[in-house]
């Protein structure tokens, strides 16, 4: 039996080897280093300079406010169209249902340069695409990258664009794992059709809904790709810096790696803590 | 309580029909069992009397009202399905007054509405429970309980017990029998199980490959089957059928010997006179054996294996390489390979003809 162990732990060795190296590893020393003043050479330990510093930094204050925002307006928007759209995919009217799910799903497999330079063209205010439609509706031409809450928008419209496919796909695998036969009896119990959405469906797609806004809440608090190449690394004047881009600034412009472990750290204890409360409050709800 | 009609329903998924101009009355308050092989279309006779699927030909008509383009709804039919289709997120009690509540039914009457469904389900201390928390025999009393509290006009069963074991299955056939008894509406019920729709049918519909073979009371089939497959389907266990020819004919009777095992003659009294020499199948039921010398003709048979049950014995035997099932009282009879005779009662035979019609 000991032998058998031996040789199963051989087997994993290598993995056990990188995950230890390249994952526990530095999760463990950034935790560390944020206790380090890393502006000196060499590190000193200074346990509360880089977590004071984090209290009273008003680009803290910024990203975490801009961070937040994007998270109460997007998660909500992105969840709820994924769920229309999850609703639309599993209608048995649907034909040629695997082209719309390849197309929905689309947006995660393209690359995130290519997408996020469509975007900033199709919003350019000389020649973009939405400027021009928008101005057919009689809307004058936003100045996308200038303005600080149309840029936030901006990056909103281009988060949701992204990942509300994905979470379609999810909760359409949710939503084909209820039987048919109950919307058939509710069908004969003469339930409508938007009741059966409102009293069946949704409760029965809570768990799933749950686990997408878990997900959504961890991506959205590390936002980075968006805000860093459509809205020009968090422009206007940081008008749309998130957390996770301030943590690149100090840590890879700045080189101040303490204070942007002490970031990543709020980033991952902010995302558990809502998450958690995500949790808590879907399971009152049942 | 309404009366049912169908008058030449067929169904076709696109090219495919599956039902081929079923004609049927039901009367009010009787329990009719649609009963046939899978994929026979007994479902979705089922289902286009429910609404769920649509009718590509013929009527369905409700108390006389034509309901083929009524909303399944409208119909005032309700139905216990296969898997229970309980709502899983919901208690019991929130199970049986759902369609109540999303319809506006006053409070009070829906309350009545349950109160007398749980009594007669006896599933009162189980009202705060949910469907996972419930067994096969309970969901289904709770399937039947959303019925019941919709106060019908048609009850629908598709094949409501088959996800249960077979002492439970044993259990709920005779509490939906008394269930009728009770309520006097009229019941639809699929089933593949001939013990069910024997057990339960006022009227039994036998179905094969979308049309309908018979229709009658379950011991009409059992004594008078009108073609091979009925014969077969109905009764356990199941009729043997015997290669024959017809031997001679006259005196309104033809005598018929057996292929394999040309010795053994029967002359049986018919109507229509088939040719000598014409094939024919002769069935017998295992129950209708009777012994040796005690029939019209003796048949010796070899003896492959016997369940002995106490008060029953059956023998699985062969006769050249035909097989047998004979039912015998009480038969202590084990030995394999051994000869056995049993005597064959012409008055408990049927012939069939080549096309598996009976020759009456």
Known sequence: ?286 | MAGLTLTNVVKRFGALQVVHGANLEIADGEFVVFVGPSGCGKSTLLRMIAGLEDVSGGEIAIDGTVVNDVEPAERRIAMVFQSYALYPHMTVRRNLSFGLQMNGNPKEDTERRIAHAADILQINELMDRRPAQLSGGQRQRVAIGRAIVREPQVFLFDEPLSNLDAELRVQMRVEISKLHKQLGTTMIYVTHDQTEAMTLADKIVVLRAGRIEQVGAPLDLYDDPANQFVAGFVGSPKMNFLKGRVEAVGGGSITVSLIADPSVRLTMPVNSMPAEGTPVTLGIRPEHFTDAGAGNADLKVAVDVAEHLGHTSYIYASVADEALIIERPETRHSGHRQDFTVGLPARRCFLFDADGQRLR
């Open chain 1, 1 to 286: 039996m000991r032998l058998r162990n031996g040789i199963a732990y051989a087997f994993l060795a290598p993995y056990l080897l990188i995950f230890a190296t390249f994952w526990l590893w530095p999760i463990i020393s950034s935790f560390l280093i944020s206790f380090q003043n890393t502006r000196v050479n060499p590190w000193r330990f200074a346990p509360s300079l880089n977590w004071g510093r984090l209290v009273g930094d008003p680009a803290f204050y910024n990203a975490l406010y801009n961070t937040l925002i994007i998270l109460v307006i997007q998660v909500p928007v992105m969840i709820a169209l994924a769920t229309v759209m999850a609703v639309l995919l599993n209608s048995p009217l649907l034909k040629a249902r695997p082209l719309y799910r390849f197309a929905f799903f689309a947006p995660v497999v393209v690359g995130e340069v290519a997408y996020a330079a469509v975007f900033r063209l199709m919003f350019s205010i000389d020649f973009g695409i939405v400027n021009k439609l928008l101005g057919t509706v009689g809307i004058s031409a936003i100045s996308w990258f200038d303005n600080a809450t149309a840029a936030m928008a901006l990056v909103i419209i281009a988060v949701t664009w992204r990942w509300a496919g994905y979470n379609a796909i999810i909760i359409l695998a949710g939503l084909q794992s209820v039987p048919g036969d109950v919307y058939e009896a509710a069908t004969l119990d003469r339930v409508s059709k938007v009741q059966q959405f409102f009293h069946i469906t949704l409760p029965l797609l809570r768990p799933i809904i749950l686990f997408c806004v878990v997900l959504s809440v961890i991506g959205t608090m590390q936002l980075f790709t968006e805000p860093f190449l459509i809205t020009n690394r968090g422009g206007p004047g940081g008008g749309t810096e998130t957390l996770g881009l301030l943590l690149y600034r100090q840590g890879f412009n700045s080189l101040n790696f303490g204070y942007a472990s002490a970031i990543a750290y709020t980033i991952a204890a902010l995302a558990v803590a809502i998450s958690l409360l995500n949790l808590f409050f879907g399971r009152q709800a049942k």
